[in-house]
């Protein structure tokens, strides 16, 4: 009963986690902050469309999803000098939910200058820096930073002090009282626990593509040692990936791709992430245990979800001081949910493996089953606004996670259902569980690949 509650648990965080998801996902804005010449300054990288086009980005994964998505969309094809007067325009609105406070007292934010990234793809996140400062009056020691939930999470870095402050400041939360002088540098274990959620969220419910992977490795074998072998494989490899790239030595990499051939080295990493996705899932299906090549494919490919990871991490902003701590505490996210989505897969399949395994319990299955799919129904009939536009256009669940989910939740209930009804057929749970899962998680996979290509090919 105890490994039953674990396992619901499980799957009611990666319900609730569930939203809708990615082409404008929602990235925090990183504040280099420095006291200069009796000036507090601040260097903010940040997606400035979404601020001006008012996305409260508190509430919102994905700005494809906001109500404000038509503006969002005007503002990210722009051209920089159109954006960039737009911006300079919404300041003073901006200036209003910001809060900066020195010894207590009350600062006056005021801009300086702003500089945006030229229009490229514009179904991905444009990024900016903009510059703003406070007079910070004689003699003061600490200062406070914050701004107002709806812009988001604010990555705050103070700048050229020892042991300087660093933050993840989100739903509007305040800095600590930061020293000017420095020494307020966060505490490893503060680090460590400010980044695993990062990990976490990178997984569940940000990271379809890894999720789609991790399920090609279970539906293998569900058996615990070839389950280990694969997964302790591929954390091994994306944590070499993930720690190289954060430590700067794949920086060879990105600059190669994107000065001999003008393609961000990124852009070269996701395709072949949707290939592994592909290649593992079609494995399955011809193969009925670990061929004797598929753990060095896997450790190639876990190399190269690592880079992918690196690449979201990057956004984030390490802070230098607690690097190792950040670090560990992402990838710690970043198993925690593998592991999360691989409890809730065994959660749907334990039954049918066991009735396939011999076990008598074929009316308790069924009745599981049963169960399940009606609470699956009921979960499409509560993001039953989704269902037209997806019916007419099916890829659109793979950008409606919720519904995916659903959709998934009454899938396996039905398949693993018809496993146990044909329990006397030699390896059901393989033929009509195993297989027709990794056959859509392959399907997804080359779709992604070729889209993914023919962005990267095209820069659209």
């Given at each position: 009963?105890?490994?039953?509650?674990?396992?619901?648990?499980?799957?009611?965080?990666?319900?609730?986690?569930?939203?809708?998801?990615?082409?404008?996902?929602?990235?925090?804005?990183?504040?280099?902050?420095?006291?200069?010449?009796?000036?507090?300054?601040?260097?903010?990288?940040?997606?400035?469309?979404?601020?001006?086009?008012?996305?409260?980005?508190?509430?919102?994964?994905?700005?494809?999803?906001?109500?404000?998505?038509?503006?969002?969309?005007?503002?990210?094809?722009?051209?920089?000098?159109?954006?960039?007067?737009?911006?300079?325009?919404?300041?003073?609105?901006?200036?209003?939910?910001?809060?900066?406070?020195?010894?207590?007292?009350?600062?006056?934010?005021?801009?300086?200058?702003?500089?945006?990234?030229?229009?490229?793809?514009?179904?991905?996140?444009?990024?900016?820096?903009?510059?703003?400062?406070?007079?910070?009056?004689?003699?003061?020691?600490?200062?406070?930073?914050?701004?107002?939930?709806?812009?988001?999470?604010?990555?705050?870095?103070?700048?050229?002090?020892?042991?300087?402050?660093?933050?993840?400041?989100?739903?509007?939360?305040?800095?600590?009282?930061?020293?000017?002088?420095?020494?307020?540098?966060?505490?490893?274990?503060?680090?460590?626990?400010?980044?695993?959620?990062?990990?976490?969220?990178?997984?569940?419910?940000k990271g379809l593509d890894h999720i789609l992977f991790v399920l090609g490795l279970f539906f293998l074998a569900a058996r615990f040692r070839p389950l280990l072998l694969q997964v302790s494989l591929f954390t091994l490899a994306h944590t070499i990936t993930l720690a190289a790239a954060a430590l700067g030595y794949t920086d060879f990499a990105d600059e190669f791709t994107q000065n001999a051939f003008g393609i961000a080295f990124i852009d070269i990493v996701e395709p072949l992430i949707a290939l592994s996705i592909a290649y593992v899932a079609i494995e399955n299906i011809f193969t009925r245990?670990?061929?004797?090549?598929?753990?060095?494919?896997?450790?190639?490919?876990?190399?190269?979800?690592?880079?992918?990871?690196?690449?979201?991490?990057?956004?984030?902003?390490?802070?230098?001081?607690?690097?190792?701590?950040?670090?560990?505490?992402?990838?710690?996210?970043?198993?925690?949910?593998?592991?999360?989505?691989?409890?809730?897969?065994?959660?749907?399949?334990?039954?049918?493996?066991?009735?396939?395994?011999?076990?008598?319990?074929?009316?308790?299955?069924?009745?599981?089953?049963?169960?399940?799919?009606?609470?699956?129904?009921?979960?499409?009939?509560?993001?039953?606004?989704?269902?037209?536009?997806?019916?007419?256009?099916?890829?659109?669940?793979?950008?409606?996670?919720?519904?995916?989910?659903?959709?998934?939740?009454?899938?396996?209930?039905?398949?693993?259902?018809?496993?146990?009804?044909?329990?006397?057929?030699?390896?059901?749970?393989?033929?009509?569980?195993?297989?027709?899962?990794?056959?859509?998680?392959?399907?997804?996979?080359?779709?992604?690949?070729?889209?993914?290509?023919?962005?990267?090919?095209?820069?659209?």
């Amino acid at each position: 009963m105890a490994f039953l509650r674990l396992l619901s648990s499980a799957l009611l965080i990666w319900f609730t986690t569930l939203s809708t998801a990615q082409a404008h996902e929602v990235i925090p804005a990183i504040a280099d902050m420095r006291a200069v010449e009796g000036e507090l300054r601040f260097e903010v990288r940040a997606n400035i469309e979404s601020f001006i086009a008012g996305v409260n980005l508190a509430e919102t994964e994905d700005i494809n999803d906001s109500d404000r998505a038509e503006i969002y969309d005007r503002l990210r094809a722009l051209p920089p000098a159109e954006l960039a007067a737009q911006f300079e325009a919404f300041w003073p609105q901006m200036a209003q939910g910001i809060t900066l406070t020195a010894d207590g007292m009350p600062l006056v934010p005021t801009f300086g200058s702003v500089a945006v990234d030229p229009v490229g793809n514009v179904e991905v996140v444009r990024f900016s820096v903009f510059e703003f400062s406070a007079e910070l009056p004689a003699g003061v020691a600490t200062v406070q930073v914050g701004w107002a939930p709806e812009f988001g999470v604010l990555v705050l870095r103070q700048m050229d002090v020892p042991l300087p402050y660093d933050g993840y400041l989100a739903g509007g939360a305040l800095s600590d009282q930061i020293s000017l002088a420095g020494g307020g540098q966060t505490t490893w274990w503060v680090t460590f626990a400010n980044y695993t959620p990062v990990g976490f969220d990178h997984i569940v419910p940000k990271g379809l593509d890894h999720i789609l992977f991790v399920l090609g490795l279970f539906f293998l074998a569900a058996r615990f040692r070839p389950l280990l072998l694969q997964v302790s494989l591929f954390t091994l490899a994306h944590t070499i990936t993930l720690a190289a790239a954060a430590l700067g030595y794949t920086d060879f990499a990105d600059e190669f791709t994107q000065n001999a051939f003008g393609i961000a080295f990124i852009d070269i990493v996701e395709p072949l992430i949707a290939l592994s996705i592909a290649y593992v899932a079609i494995e399955n299906i011809f193969t009925r245990g670990i061929s004797p090549w598929r753990p060095f494919v896997i450790f190639i490919f876990g190399l190269l979800h690592g880079l992918g990871f690196a690449s979201v991490l990057a956004e984030f902003g390490l802070p230098e001081e607690t690097f190792v701590a950040a670090l560990i505490g992402f990838n710690v996210g970043v198993e925690v949910g593998q592991l999360a989505v691989i409890a809730v897969m065994f959660f749907f399949v334990w039954q049918a493996l066991r009735i396939d395994r011999g076990a008598n319990d074929i009316t308790k299955g069924l009745v599981l089953y049963g169960v399940l799919a009606v609470v699956g129904v009921a979960l499409i009939a509560f993001d039953s606004a989704q269902i037209p536009a997806v019916l007419a256009s099916p890829l659109l669940l793979l950008d409606t996670p919720a519904l995916l989910f659903a959709v998934t939740f009454v899938a396996m209930a039905v398949l693993c259902s018809i496993s146990i009804v044909l329990r006397d057929r030699i390896d059901a749970y393989r033929l009509f569980v195993a297989v027709p899962a990794s056959v859509v998680i392959a399907a997804i996979g080359l779709y992604w690949f070729i889209e993914r290509s023919y962005g990267t090919l095209t820069g659209i």
